[in-house]
């Protein structure tokens, strides 16, 4: 299983919106409502941010949004802060009772 | 509140075995399916193995298959990775991750991590 395609990095100034996306097969991303995108920082545990495509667990800022089009999810952050700089990761569940990470994207605020 | 403590990393030669213990507490650790993740040196999260919370069903990525094996101690609320012939990619930091929602395929809760480093 080969992992989900993200950006590299992305970056914004505060306040701006950002949109990372993650391109996967119909074998995940697109034949599955099974995506979530996790933020970490480094040396941190991992923290999900949303699940099943659009939704946030409580206590999730909504500036977090989760969409998915198709083999492409997409999380945004809007009215970007200092405290989002982070590595985020999308992940899905597959055909084959798996779970797939994507490359990972490093966000930075300018 | 949810806690998740692995323990078990350290130094290991190639070819030789070891077991990390993830402990939970806070939940009810019987009725959540229970997964590994690690992340190499430099390097994004890998999805390493899930198990259902009956033990009845186990997944393992491809890089682990036939050399990993999850399991759980419901009674001890205690999940483990047995990793036997190991290699220097194997080097990682290694977390436990709580399942929920549809195939537990959401990590909800995370361990600290503990670090496995493989090498002579």
């Known amino acids: 299983q080969s992992a989900l395609t993200q950006p590299a990095s992305v970056s914004g100034s505060p306040g701006q919106s950002i949109t990372i996306s993650c391109t996967g097969t119909?074998?995940?991303?697109?034949?599955?409502?099974?995506v979530s995108w996790y933020q970490h920082h480094p040396g941190k545990a991992p923290k999900l941010m949303i699940y099943?495509?659009?939704n946030r667990p409580s206590g999730v800022s909504n500036r977090f949004s989760g969409s998915k089009s198709a083999n492409t999810a997409s999380l945004t952050i809007s009215g970007l802060q200092a405290e989002d700089e982070a590595d985020y990761y999308c992940?899905?569940?597959?055909?084959?009772?798996?779970?797939?990470f994507g490359t990972g994207t490093k966000v930075t605020v300018l | 509140q949810v806690q998740l403590v692995e323990s078990g990393g350290g130094v290991v030669q190639p070819g030789r075995s070891l077991r990390l213990s993830c402990a939970a507490s806070?939940?009810?650790?019987?009725?959540?399916?229970m997964h590994w993740v690690r992340q190499a040196p430099g390097k994004g999260l890998e999805w390493v193995a899930l198990?259902?919370?009956?033990?009845?069903?186990?997944y393992y990525s491809g890089s682990v298959r036939g050399r990993f094996t999850i399991s759980r101690d419901n009674a001890k609320n205690t999940l483990y990775l047995q990793m036997n012939s190991l290699r220097p990619e194997d080097t990682a930091v290694y977390y436990c991750?709580?399942?929920?929602?549809?195939?537990?395929?959401?990590?909800?809760?995370w361990g600290q991590g503990t670090l496995v480093t493989v090498s002579s």
């Open positions: 992940c899905s569940y597959t055909s084959t009772n798996t779970q797939v």
């Open positions: 099943e495509v659009r």
């Open positions: 991750a709580r399942g929920s929602g549809w195939y537990s395929s959401n990590f909800d809760y």
């Open positions: 119909s074998s995940d991303v697109g034949g599955y409502e099974f």
């Open positions: 198990i259902w919370y009956d033990a009845t069903n186990k």
């Open positions: 806070g939940f009810t650790f019987s009725s959540y399916g």
